[in-house]
């Protein structure tokens, strides 16, 4: 299996997770960076006026992303990582599955939160994937999950 962990991550906490998935699966770390980076003002939920609230609050919207992974045709398994964001994931988790072709790829969404569950996630996502992607149901997990406990989980997924 040849993996990419792609991840977004706004506070930290994805990336952390995103990296002990690397070291379990031996796949190479892309971080899905936002062309415009989202201050704490942008990230403010309760602000209706706030960048994220408005993203969020609009289906179609599509934040940039800054670069592109190289050679994207070499995974044939790939990761996808993100914060939940109002029980789904960020818009840009969406920009990135729209900007590659997935097909024949298995698709992995893995997810931090502090309390929200996947809600409706993989069928919002899969939506914006390859028709002919291979798709497996997302985790929500802590940042600070254990080595032995990701790999458990990886193992689960009979890659």
Aim: with cysteine; proline share 3%; hydrophobic share 35%.
């Amino acid at each position: 299996m040849k993996a990419l962990v792609a991840y977004f991550s706004a506070s930290g906490q994805t990336a952390r997770l995103a990296k002990t998935i690397a070291e379990v699966t031996g796949g190479d770390l892309y971080e899905i960076e936002p062309a415009e980076k989202y201050t704490s003002a942008d990230l403010n939920w309760n602000d209706r006026q706030s960048r994220s609230t408005k993203e969020m609050n609009d289906s179609s919207a599509r934040p940039e992303i800054s670069g592109k992974v190289s050679n994207m045709n070499q995974y044939d398994t790939v990761f996808i990582g993100f914060p939940i964001w109002w029980y789904v994931a960020p818009r840009i988790i969406q920009t990135f599955l729209e900007s590659y072709d997935f097909a024949g790829k298995t698709i992995i969404p893995f997810a931090t939160s502090g309390g929200s569950g996947m809600g409706n996630t993989n069928s919002v996502l899969e939506k914006s994937c390859s028709t002919n992607a291979i798709w497996k149901d997302g985790k929500r997990m802590s940042s600070r999950e254990s080595v032995s406990s990701v790999k458990k989980w990886i193992d689960s997924l009979n890659l």
